[in-house]
């Protein structure tokens, strides 16, 4: 199936230009080259690759990407495991350089890709909201003024001097969201970070989304949660085998993508 977009009636093209163009792709494709054998060692790879006795294949996580979002706008990111959701965010994120196109990207961007990287297991958790802080561009000052609103959230009050080890995934995914949202960015990247907690803390972590959103954070925002695509999107694009099907409306790009699984 070609790429189509469908009808788009959350927000006319007239709006995003006068808004303002916060995220943009064009034609962006990321390409990984990978060894066609399996070598049991470095060692091994070495002697193969000095002997030119590698071979390689070519796969694209993604191909011919070409988005753009304007700015407090929502983008729900649809597709099966594998298809290259988690790769255009981390393209958006400058995490990964894409191998053809131009991405360009306004503003403070707070990446929730991997909710407990950056983390270490044998620090507290006081200690890895510094830690953390520090790769999230803040400084020692403004966690300071915001560590008790963060811990609150998260609801870690009486483990926030435990080592991290001693934290299920749970209370790690609560902390890092709590860190990576307590102040609001201008673009928000969220991949499946509602899977965090209990139901009670998901509806919290939806609330704040709402209130970001209301105060016109950008979103790009992987899930395959229908029902939290269609509260927290304005469109949605079906991304299969690292290209994009549809993009549009979310209940068009939602009816396309499940019929086709």
Not at 8 to 14: L, P, R
Not at 47 to 64: E, P, Q
Not at 162 to 177: D, E, H, K, V
Request: proline share 3%; hydrophobic share 45%.
């Amino acid at each position: 199936m070609k790429f189509r977009i469908v009808s788009d009636t959350t927000m006319t093209n007239v709006q995003r230009n006068a808004a303002g163009s916060v995220v943009c792709l064009e034609s962006v494709g990321v390409r990984y080259i990978v060894p066609r054998e399996r070598t049991g060692s470095l060692k091994e790879y070495a002697i193969r690759r000095v002997s030119r006795r590698v071979s390689y294949d070519t796969f694209w996580a993604l191909r011919d990407v070409s988005i753009d979002i304007a700015n407090g706008e929502s983008l729900g990111i649809m597709g099966r495991n594998g298809a290259g959701k988690s790769t255009l965010l981390k393209v958006v994120a400058r995490v990964l350089r894409p191998t053809i196109g131009r991405v360009r990207v306004a503003g403070r961007v707070a990446p929730l890709l991997d909710l407990a990287a950056g983390f270490h297991p044998e620090l507290t958790g006081r200690e890895n909201l510094f830690l953390n802080g520090s790769l999230l561009q803040r400084t020692e000052a403004e966690v300071t003024d915001r560590f008790g609103e963060i811990v609150e959230f998260a609801e870690l009050d009486a483990f926030i001097d435990a080592p991290l080890r001693t934290y299920s995934n749970g209370m790690i995914s609560r902390l890092a969201f709590a860190l990576a949202t307590a102040w609001r960015p201008d673009v928000l990247l969220l991949d499946e970070v509602l899977a965090v907690g209990d139901e009670a803390f998901q509806r919290k972590c939806l609330a704040r989304m709402r209130s970001y959103r209301e105060h016109g954070t950008t979103f790009l925002f992987v899930s395959h949660d229908a029902n939290a695509v269609r509260e927290i999107c304005d469109r949605a694009i079906w991304i299969d085998q690292g290209r994009p099907r549809e993009l549009g409306a979310v209940e068009a790009v939602l009816y396309a993508y499940r019929h086709s699984t």
